[in-house]
């Protein structure tokens, strides 16, 4: 299995707040990606990464930001947390572009009241 | 709007039968397609892919075919095992790194 882990797995917040997710490799590969999976629309790439300091929009990117200053972290933030943001965030890694495959962290699970 | 679609949102088959698995895309512009596989509480594994310029690709018990006239993808599994058991997620990617999934299809293989 590819190194990468996701922290937190589970969290609960309120409206307004803001939250940060935090993705880890270990694999030292270049690009990185935030997705959000909800029922009846599959996976939808938020953000994501091509390098140290690079990054680009989604799909869905509205609402959120993100950042990476190490190869090893991207960081998915939720300035102010809505309820429409309850959803299952998983973390992707991949050596090249999209069309190598991405290696999937196991998720982080956030419900927004 | 989404461009790929799985209408199917469950398929159940008996072990040792086969699996067949559909997607249906909009935008011609898709030139890469995949499969992804998840079990409950895991990440998305990779399981095949194919290129626009192909219309078969086998790997296994697992084979992707590509009517790119049709906009239609699918995934047989053959011989199907109560292991395959999973949501399979359709992916497409226009250009690099925009990659749109359809919303998956639970496959219960029963013994």
């Known amino acids: 299995d590819a190194g990468i882990t996701q922290s937190p797995r589970h969290k609960v917040t309120e409206t307004g707040t803001p939250v940060t997710l935090r993705c880890h490799q270990t694999?030292?590969?270049?690009?990185m990606y935030w997705y959000r999976q909800d029922p009846g629309h599959g996976l939808r790439l938020i953000h994501y990464s091509y390098g140290v300091k690079d990054t680009d929009k989604g799909e869905v990117s509205d609402g959120y930001s993100v950042s990476r200053s190490k190869t090893e972290d991207f960081l998915l933030t939720l300035e102010s947390a809505t309820s429409s943001q309850t959803s299952v965030y998983f973390c992707?890694?991949?050596?090249?572009?999209?069309?190598?495959?991405?290696?999937f962290g196991p998720g982080t699970r956030l419900t927004v009241l | 709007d989404q461009q790929v679609k799985q209408n199917s949102p469950s398929l159940s088959v008996q072990e040792g039968r086969i699996s067949i698995l559909n997607c249906d895309y909009t935008n011609s512009m898709f030139d890469y397609f995949l499969w992804y596989k998840k079990y409950p509480a895991e990440g998305p594994t990779f399981l095949i892919s194919i290129s626009s310029i192909k219309d078969k690709n086998e790997d296994g018990r697992f084979t992707v075919f590509l009517n790119k006239s049709a906009k239609h993808l699918s995934l047989h599994i053959v011989p199907s095992q109560p292991g395959d058991s999973a949501v399979y997620f359709c992916?497409?990617?226009?250009?690099?790194?925009?990659?749109?999934f359809g919303a998956g299809t639970r496959l219960t293989v029963k013994p």
């Open positions: 992707a890694i991949s050596e090249g572009p999209s069309t190598d495959t991405q290696y």
């Open positions: 694999e030292n590969h270049r690009y």
């Open positions: 992916a497409a990617i226009i250009f690099n790194n925009d990659m749109r």
